[in-house]
């Protein structure tokens, strides 16, 4: 079946503009979560919905930094006046967690490459 | 809180020889354990995982790794390189029953085959 889908796969950008990368989940799926890749920094959390529950956005980098999950599906993270240290590939997962489960295997995207010139 | 450690942010094997890259958790409550696998310019595939059933896991393309508790360590293993392993691979920690903590990667370690 499809796997997790991401989009764009690339975008450039200038300092200051805003951007949205989109993320499609495994259908089925109930759990989305959203990393960031960078040299510096590594893979970092960034954020997680589960169902149309409200998200906990305290691992997002800053307050530039937003995310919505329409419908319990398809997701996207905004990124409001771009600075040049946003610059990463950003990933997106699913997995699939039931009432109680416990976690699960995440399934991840190929990841939107943002340049911020 | 939770962390991963990556010893060898490169690690170099010749083609045929054993693959040892090691990986050391610390978790405040027993967690889930992850091996994946990147390579260029692609997302992460899941080589293996422990979820707390047997201690010694095998995964996709003959990897495998042993959860040593009083170690605190994941370690993954394959006992014949092939030229294809050359990837990233990055372990991974989540506590038990939260998914809303993500995944806690380490830094990652290059494995170069060498032929």
């Known amino acids: 079946g499809a796997g997790v889908s991401q989009s764009p796969s690339n975008k450039v950008t200038e300092k200051g503009k805003d951007v949205e990368l989109r993320c499609d989940p495994i259908?089925?799926?109930?759990?989305l979560y959203w990393y960031r890749q960078s040299l510096g920094q590594g893979l970092e959390f960034l954020i997680y919905?589960?169902?149309?529950?409200?998200?906990?956005k305290s691992g997002l980098p800053s307050d530039r930094f937003s995310a919505e999950r329409t419908g319990g599906s398809v997701s996207t993270l905004t990124i409001q006046r771009t600075q040049q240290e946003d610059s990463a590939v950003y990933l997106c997962?699913?997995?699939?967690?039931?009432?109680?489960?416990?976690?699960?295997?995440?399934?991840f995207g190929p990841g939107t490459r943002l340049t911020v010139l | 809180a939770q962390s991963v450690t990556q010893l060898g942010s490169h690690v170099s094997v010749s083609e045929g020889a054993l693959v040892l890259l090691r990986c050391n958790y610390s978790?405040?409550?027993?967690?889930?354990l992850f091996w994946y696998v990147q390579y260029p310019n692609q997302g992460l595939q899941l080589l293996l995982k422990?979820?707390?059933?047997?201690?010694l896991v095998k995964g996709i393309n003959g990897f495998e790794a042993e959860f040593k508790k009083s170690e605190t360590s994941f370690h993954l293993t394959k006992p014949s390189a092939h030229m294809s392993d050359a990837a990233e691979y990055f372990c991974?920690?989540?506590?038990?029953?939260?998914?809303?903590?993500?995944?806690?990667f380490g830094k990652g370690t290059h494995l170069i085959i060498q032929p």
């Open positions: 991974a920690v989540t506590p038990k029953g939260g998914g809303a903590d993500g995944l806690t």
């Open positions: 919905f589960q169902g149309n529950s409200a998200p906990d």
């Open positions: 978790s405040s409550v027993p967690p889930y």
């Open positions: 422990y979820t707390s059933a047997a201690t």
């Open positions: 259908s089925g799926h109930t759990a």
């Open positions: 997962a699913s997995s699939y967690l039931g009432s109680g489960a416990t976690a699960d295997t995440q399934y």
